[in-house]
């Protein structure tokens, strides 16, 4: 009877410890997922910030068709691919799919010879008159690695911009717009300030 009772008090003292263990365990895990990063699209500390306006004047696209940036009914994704990236092959169709179900314009860019990007238009299943093929839309919004995106409001003012290469990310940039941060890592930034104060 004796050894039954110091057994039983060995098992809650068992089963204390391993509720004390989980509840330690719980807040850690908790705590390590404040600290990771949702999934966003990458943005570069160069180049415009959210506030600027869109290049004024008009760019021609592939069709020959004029495109004027900085106003228009809708708002506007610019998104920067090329025929040769693997990754722009892969986003254009989840690009196109997401700007027609947030209805938003989407403009493509690029700066290949008119020829190659033509072949891209008929293989990538996309209208040429949405393609602006300028090198100088690439410079002026300093434009470094592909797929890059540039989410413009209906005044043409940029509200969100980053490299993306899933839906996810083209998602962020609606919700950096929505949240009224312009970035995930100015987000970051203000909620652990936030949270140190």
């Known amino acids: 009877m004796t050894d039954m009772i110091y057994a039983s008090f060995f098992l809650s003292a068992v089963l204390l410890l391993a509720c004390i263990v989980a509840f330690m365990l719980m807040r850690r895990v908790r705590s390590l997922f404040q600290e990771i990063a949702p999934v966003g699209a990458l943005t570069s500390v160069q180049g415009p910030q959210p506030g600027t306006l869109a290049p004024t004047g008009d760019f021609v696209t592939l069709s020959g068709q004029k495109i004027n940036l900085s106003s228009s009914t809708l708002p506007q994704l610019i998104l920067f691919v090329s025929g040769s990236c693997p990754i722009s092959r892969k986003i254009l169709p989840i690009a196109k799919d997401f700007c027609m179900r947030e209805r938003i314009s989407l403009i493509l860019a690029g700066d290949d010879t008119p020829d190659v990007q033509q072949e891209f238009a008929r293989l990538a299943d996309f209208s040429p008159s949405i393609l602006i093929n300028d090198q100088t839309l690439g410079r002026l919004l300093e ?26 990310h083209l998602e962020s940039l609606l919700n950096a717009w929505e949240s009224g941060y312009g970035t995930v890592q100015t987000y970051l930034a203000r909620h652990k300030q936030s949270l140190a104060a």
Do not use: I, Q, T
């Open 143 to 168: 434009v470094d690695k592909l797929p890059s995106a540039f989410l413009y409001n209906v005044d043409g003012k940029l509200v969100a911009r980053g490299l993306v290469n899933n839906r996810e």
